[in-house]
């Protein structure tokens, strides 16, 4: 805890902070402002920085680019392995763990080890890995580097602890699971095939011992030959030559015959009495054509026999369909006797497991389940029922059903609004699932102390909006809006919608949530926003539409000297608040402009919708001249004050969604009036451009040369968005677009192009910038902030770089601010644009001189400016609806370094202001006549709690470089912290954490941070996350509660806590993995069998293998390499008396249940031999009078 005090007598200017922008931090317009009188403030700081640790919690979503599966079947669990070394361990709902190799090294196979609580994996590296699952954070015990060969294929035998690993030389090696060391046994690929066989078997692409005898292992190889080697006697009982190349291999669990599946699309059965050639060779969906030839089949990739204590036994496989049927989607084939069931999926089968009630393979295995892992999807179908059902699948699965494009994150909501939107949702929710409990069931989960409601909304490519339950650090899926419902669907030619179909005009951009007030805005990549209220009724209503025309014309001056405050709109509103233009559904702008019209076209029939999110209100910006609306950067809503403001890269605009007006419309050079602190040169003459179709148009303009050259790549469409310099709607010298008989002809390089292109989500766009390092210019920062936004913005860093028309690394750097704002540099050009990059509503002070805070808007600039816009807004319910509500520019100038990111406001003891807002109230409910609807609004007055310092409250702005917090309406700078001056805040918001506020930024070099408030002071900074791609930046947010996500991958959304107490307590919010569980005992075969027969039962391993009998393997073989697993889950167990308590406890658990083990073995023993006995004194009894030859 620390106290800052600090005398405001105006000399906090000269602080080194204060001094960046200009000569004032609270200048208007750059002129020093009067100091206030003295006054003393007092805050006292409960944060530290042990208060906070950044670690990773839980993973949600369906594993990217899945390789590999496997399954335990006594403790139920299910794993899967991905492309980037990523293992996903599934049990019963909240059991989902996630672990990484760090070499990052696909996952080529996974193998259980069978209620042992481990799990050992094979990765494209060539190198082995032992995990620790008896532990809620797996680690890796021990690792094996191959280094002469490759692995293709690994079989570990239920119940031993030998390892077999097939090579691609077609060698078999043999590992010690427990100590991870090869063992000398080697069966080589010369020694398993005949010496007179010329060619090389090729990879071996599978490994079984025998159900029958342990000690005979089948080895098969790519090229088509089956070897069983005897262990023991280290030769081959047989060797089968087939034509055609094997994929798999399953055996009938009484060892007499197995199945292979081939390349041809044919499945043979072999029967080992006769291995000269295949009992059955059977083609499942090859047709005999017309000249009596097969037809030609695609491979079969995996076969599973399975026999059925009940029934006819199963065979399972995936492919194998004729190459004919073209357009055939991926099918996983279910013969059951005579009955051939094929399943088709929608994307394509990476491996499938047939889950069995014994983990036996000589016993009968009774399948009941398949888990068919898809690219992009696990589904699970029940056999045992004849028209296989599928499974409801608890996980969060479908999280990029369609791409996800936005995502946003609330913690502590009002606890009613979770039950809410799950009932709203079930009555949605899809039919036809088995009725059985779901199979992967192991694990266990208990709801942890700390919880509280958590909602996660995600926004997809196709215009759905999904609600996800968060709390206690699992996923469900609550409720799912679809926003194009709104619109009329585009009709094939009709004009520019012809051109449009086969885009995806819906996807969502930003959403803007108030959980109490249950007001939702959605807004999407058409320059769209729709307004959503919530209803637990359904009712017919008509959506409101409101057009703007937020457009740059080329005509505009652009020296506020020649023509002062000429706004960038004509028709669709005015800046003056006594100017208000009130706009019903489907009302159009003049007929004399056939282009002033939107993208989509709102239904403007009466619609039925039914309960949850209704839309209300549609605001679409307009297309100009055959130009494109710019994608709106900002957005705001308020349900206290009615209001709704967005912004983009040309202007600002205000709609009272009450009154369904706008209020204000206006560009962003407009809104600074005679405050504006830049000097804005005119427009100069330009020379015509001619557009190529090229991804970048040439042109013979230097300065759009130097913004080309400073460009990404990739900069030039992201996420369906226009962002090129050159090819932007109100850049200087645009070329118009030739106008035919027919209309406007769109272009789709040029800068006519649609709006959106076909969905590129967040899920999809990577770039790499190097944005690590202090070297790096300005151009990837700008690149990336294209992306970002979907528009084309500077900060002053580019303007000053621009102005002197060059373009180097060490000039942007050194021109970047610590030369900004002087006379030589400070002029911008109107090729650039000042977008709006955040708003926020809030109970402030407009002017220095206002003596009471009222509802204002403030207003982030790409230049680093904030402005407030004062607004007055009638108190009275019936005065709200009728009167004007008087909003104009004319508030203060706030300067910073870098875009604007966030606002935030406290009071002088530093505890967050919230938002006002209005209390939900179902509009569609039946009203009372005693007690008329009225709407209440809760109010957090600035003036509150203000003892400390009158009536003032602080305002905190972050930007991509520094934050600053002002004391209100004096605008004096406080305290001012640069956060980073080698890279840029990508993220930044004011987080409640610990009953404290704190502001919390994301860098583009993948530091996470913390600072405390008022003081700015760092409390953390940890290089989490190095930013490779768009997906992170457009997702990655913070929310209360030290908590923020991000997709981490296309279809997963990462969770992550920067909160001490959280990661101290991850552990008990984690689920177990592993359960003690005695393992099935095997079925009695019987006395005479398992007397007389059974080798299996006698094959030692450990004396075929061991050192003393195999000797050591080559040590330039495969090199061994101890991991941290054991070392970081005693870490993990021994914190404190109650983690020494708990592991105390598990042993003696574990020791009782082996000495019960021991006894009912003992007790089983004693009870074979008093019946052997009896059986030997009845036989001798028989026998004892018989005379040899009566035998």
Not at 82 to 106: M, N, T
Not at 202 to 207: A, D, E, F, I
Not at 741 to 754: D, N, S, Y
Request: a neutral charge.
């Amino acid at each position: 805890m620390k106290k800052f005090r600090k005398v405001l007598d105006g000399l906090t200017t000269s602080s080194p902070g204060g001094t960046i922008g200009s000569p004032s931090c609270g200048s208007a317009a750059g002129t020093p402002t009067s100091a206030p009188a003295p006054r003393e403030i007092d805050i006292q700081e409960t944060l530290i920085s042990e208060n906070f640790q950044l670690c990773k919690t839980v993973r949600h979503g369906f594993p990217y680019q899945p390789t590999a599966l496997a399954f335990d079947p006594v403790q139920k669990l299910l794993a899967i392995g991905s492309r980037s070394g990523g293992i996903r361990i599934l049990g019963r709902p909240g059991v989902d763990c996630y672990c990484q190799h760090e070499s990052g090294a696909a996952v080529l196979q996974l193998q259980f080890l069978i209620n042992e609580g481990a799990l050992v994996t094979a990765c494209a590296d060539d190198t082995l890995h032992l995990w620790n699952l008896r532990q809620r954070r797996p680690a890796v015990l021990h690792s094996l580097k191959f280094n002469r060969e490759r692995i293709t294929f690994c079989h570990l035998p239920f119940q031993s602890k030998w390892l077999y690993v097939g090579t691609e030389r077609g060698n078999t090696h043999i590992v010690n699971i427990e100590s991870f060391i090869l063992s000398g046994y080697v069966i080589m690929w010369n020694k398993a095939i005949e010496l007179a066989t010329k060619t090389h078997p090729g990879p071996v692409v599978h490994l079984s011992d025998s159900p029958k005898d342990e000690g005979k292992l089948l080895i098969g190889f790519e090229s088509g030959t089956i070897v069983q080697w005897d262990l023991r006697a280290k030769k081959a009982d047989f060797r089968i030559y087939y034509d055609e190349a094997i994929h798999s291999v399953s055996w009938h669990h009484e060892g007499k015959q197995f199945m292979c599946s081939h390349s041809d699309g044919s499945l043979t059965l072999w029967n080992l009495r006769n291995t000269t050639k295949p009992f059955q060779v059977t083609f499942p969906h090859g047709k005999i054509q017309k000249d009596g030839r097969k037809e030609s089949c695609k491979p079969i990739l995996k076969v599973e026999y399975k026999t059925s204590r009940n029934s006819e036994p199963f065979i399972i496989f995936s492919g194998g369909l004729s190459y004919d049927k073209a357009g055939r989607r991926p099918t996983l084939t279910i013969m059951h006797g005579k009955a051939i069931t094929v399943l088709e999926m929608d994307y394509p089968i990476v491996e499938f497991l047939v889950l069995c009630e014994t983990p036996y393979n000589n016993e009968v295995q009774d399948p009941y389940a398949v888990v068919v892992l898809l690219e992009k999807d696990l589904i699970v179908v029940d056999l045992t029922q004849s028209n296989f059902p599928v499974f409801e699948n608890p996980y969060p699965m479908d999280v990029h059903e369609s791409p996800v494009t936005c995502t946003a994150y609330f913690a502590d909501c009002p606890p009613d609004i979770i039950p809410i939107l799950y009932s709203i949702g079930a009555k949605h929710k899809k039919t036809g699932y088995s009725q059985k409990e779901w199979p992967i069931s192991g694990g266990t989960w208990m709801l942890g102390s700390h919880t509280y409601p958590e909602i996660i909304i995600t926004g997809h490519a196709d215009g759905s909006i999904k609600f996800w339950d968060a709390s206690a650090i699992t996923l469900q899926m609550l409720y799912k809006l679809k926003t194009s419902k709104a619109f009329e669907k585009p009709k094939v030619g009709d004009g520019r919608a012809a051109e449009l179909v086969e885009e995806d005009p819906f996807a969502v951009q930003m959403v803007s949530w108030c959980p109490q007030s249950r007001i939702f805005c959605v807004v999407g990549i058409s320059a769209h926003i729709i307004l959503y209220r919530f209803s637990k009724y359904d009712a017919n209503t008509q959506i409101v539409s409101l057009e703007v025309r937020l457009q740059c014309e080329p005509e505009d001056v652009i020296s506020p000297s020649e023509n002062e405050n000429n706004p960038c709109f004509t028709e669709s509103g005015s800046h003056s608040p006594h100017h208000q233009q009130p706009v019903n559904a489907g009302n159009r702008t003049p007929e004399g402009n056939k282009d002033s019209t939107p993208c989509l076209k709102v239904k403007e029939r009466m619609v039925r919708v039914p309960p949850g999110y209704q839309s209300e209100l549609v605001i679409q910006l307009q297309w100009i001249d055959g130009e494109p609306p710019q994608q709106i950067t900002s957005l705001d809503i308020n349900s206290a004050y009615g209001l709704l403001a967005f912004g983009n890269c040309n202007g600002l605009a205000v709609v009272d969604y009450l009154q369904k007006t706008i209020l204000l419309c206006m560009s962003t050079l407009d809104l600074y009036g005679a405050t504006d602190p830049y000097q804005r040169l005119t427009r100069s003459p330009r020379r015509n451009r001619q557009s190529t179709s090229g991804l970048t148009e040439l042109t013979d303009n230097q300065q759009s040369i130097d913004m080309e050259r400073s460009k990404s790549p990739t900069s030039d469409h992201v996420n369906g968005h226009c962002t090129s310099p050159t090819s932007q709607s109100c850049s200087a010298g645009k070329p118009r677009i030739p106008m035919g008989p027919e209309g406007p002809r769109l272009t789709r390089r040029g800068p006519g192009r649609p709006p959106f292109r076909k969905a590129q989500s967040a899920a999809c766009m990577e770039i790499s910038l190097p944005v690590s390092h202090t070297e790096v210019g300005h151009a990837s920062r700008r690149a990336m902030l294209q992306q970002l936004h979907g528009v084309t913005m500077y900060s002053h860093d580019e303007h000053h770089t621009t102005a002197s028309y060059c373009w180097s690394e060490r000039e942007s750097r050194e021109n970047s601010f610590s030369h900004s704002r002087s006379s030589s540099v400070s002029s911008i050009d109107r090729e650039t644009k000042e977008a709006i990059t955040t708003l926020q509503f809030g109970e402030s002070f407009g002017r220095k001189t206002d003596a009471l805070p009222t509802p204002c808007l403030w207003v982030g600039t790409s230049l680093g400016v904030a402005l407030l816009i004062p607004m007055s807004i009638p108190t009275d319910q019936e005065e709200r609806m009728d009167e004007p509500v008087a909003i104009g520019p004319s508030g203060g100038v706030l300067m910073l370094k870098g875009s604007v990111l966030r606002f935030g406001f406290l009071d002088c003891m530093g505890a967050l202001i919230q938002s006002p807002y209005e209390v939900w109230r179902d509009l569609n409910a039946a009203e009372d006549p005693d007690r008329p609807r009225r709407r209440k609004l809760v109010h957090f007055s600035p003036s509150s709690s203000q003892d400390a310092c009158g009536d003032g409250h602080l305002a905190v702005v972050c930007s991509e470089r520094q934050a600053k917090v002002f004391l209100m309406p004096s605008q004096s700078c406080l305290f001012v912290h640069n956060i980073t001056e080698s890279s840029f805040v990508l993220r930044a918001d004011i987080v409640s954490v610990y009953n404290s506020a704190c502001l919390a930024c994301f860098c583009a070099n993948g530091h996470v941070m913390t600072l405390s408030l008022p003081s700015l002071r760092p409390l953390m900074d940890v290089n989490y996350l190095p930013l490779t791609d768009m997906r992170i930046a457009r997702t990655f947010c913070f929310t209360n509660g030290g908590q923020a996500l991000y997709l981490s991958s296309p279809t997963e959304i990462q969770r992550i806590t920067y909160s001490q107490e959280m990661c101290d307590n991850l552990q008990e919010m984690l689920g177990e993995l592993f359960t003690p569980i005695e393992t099935p005992e095997a079925q009695n075969r019987g006395f005479l069998k398992g007397f007389f027969g059974g080798n299996a039962q006698t094959f030692d391993r450990e004396e075929l293998f061991g050192e003393a009998s195999a000797g050591k393997a080559s040590r330039s073989l495969a090199q061994h390499i101890p991991g941290q697993g054991g070392v970081e889950g005693m870490k993990v167990a021994a914190t404190g008396v109650v983690g020494d308590l708990a592991r105390a406890r598990i042993a003696l658990d574990e020791r009782g249940q082996r000495l019960g083990e021991l006894e009912d073995r003992t007790a089983l023993m004693m009870t074979s031999a008093e019946t052997f006995s009896k059986h030997a004194h009845e036989l001798m009894l028989k026998c004892k009078d018989k005379k040899w030859y009566q035998f």
